[in-house]
């Protein structure tokens, strides 16, 4: 049994680096938006300035979408009552989820 989950898990493995490849944005995932604004929180409790966390997040994201996402969660962050990074994990990406579950009309 072992030895059958071994040989899939491997030929799983073997097989996504000839799938075609699709660049996925910051900005499409609800999870790394959380992840995100997890990071930004702790930057605050740490006493990093806005400036500071702009500026770190410029470095790091280059897409246009996701900079405009990242920007958009430290506004948020830094604007607001201070939250611990699980707290604004929970709250970006809850909010994100429900975003994607609105039909495009209502958007």
């Not at 969660?73 to 579950?101: H, L, N, W």
């Amino acid at each position: 049994m072992k030895r059958a989950v071994l040989t899939a898990a491997l030929a799983i493995g073997l097989m996504q680096p000839s799938m075609q490849a699709f660049a996925q944005t910051v900005a499409d995932q609800c999870f790394a938006i959380g992840d995100i604004a997890g990071q930004v929180a702790s930057w605050r409790l740490h006493k990093k300035t806005k400036a500071q966390a702009l500026d770190q997040a410029r470095k790091y994201y280059k897409d246009a979408s996701d900079r405009q996402a990242v920007d958009a969660v430290i506004d948020r962050v830094y604007s607001g009552a201070a939250m611990t990074p699980d707290q604004a994990s929970m709250v970006f990406t809850q909010e994100c989820a429900q975003q994607k579950k609105k039909p495009a009309s209502a958007q």
